[in-house]
């Protein structure tokens, strides 16, 4: 259906262009190359609220803005906030590359699905990486 369809393509802009999994871990569990990321798998977050963090990134944090628009009065972010209302070293950072509005809702979508409060398994690690492969060794 079109939410398989939809954590398929997360996935896609989750480990590629998005560059979500070099902070994130391609499991989700952070901790890649000292970055102190959240571990995804451990989130709480419902998926507008996840959206919301990719659009719009972190204030006083690493977590790139990922929305030419975020922070816009046309897209405001975290109840009605603009740029102009987050200090200026605070402001989040904008991503190497931005992701459309379908991509923002693609990859909060495949974060729910496939990381929220699940353990990573076998069948997920195969399609990040390719059947039979030795990153997927310790789910067999």
């Known amino acids: 259906g ?3 369809a939809s954590v398929d393509r997360g996935r896609k ?3 590629d262009s998005g560059g979500c999994a070099d902070c994130h871990g391609w ?3 952070a901790g890649v190359e000292g970055q102190v990321a959240p571990a995804l798998y451990q989130s709480a977050l419902t998926a507008e609220q ?3 963090v990719i659009r719009c990134g972190v204030p006083n944090s690493t977590m ?3 929305s030419d628009s975020a922070w816009t009065p046309a897209a405001p972010c975290y109840d009605g906030k603009v740029q102009a209302d987050i200090a ?3 402001f989040p950072p ?3 590359r931005m992701m459309s509005q ?3 809702g693609d990859v909060a979508t495949y974060v729910v699905q496939v990381y929220k409060l699940r353990e990573m398994t076998l069948e997920e690690c195969e399609k990040i990486f390719a059947a039979g492969d030795g990153n997927c060794d310790e789910f067999r």
């Open 2 to 4: 079109e939410t398989l």
């Open 64 to 66: 790139a803005r990922h």
């Open 27 to 29: 499991d989700g569990k």
């Open 50 to 52: 996840i959206l919301e």
């Open 88 to 90: 200026e070293n605070d």
């Open 102 to 104: 379908r991509q923002l």
């Open 13 to 15: 802009v989750f480990g």
């Open 94 to 96: 904008a991503a190497a």
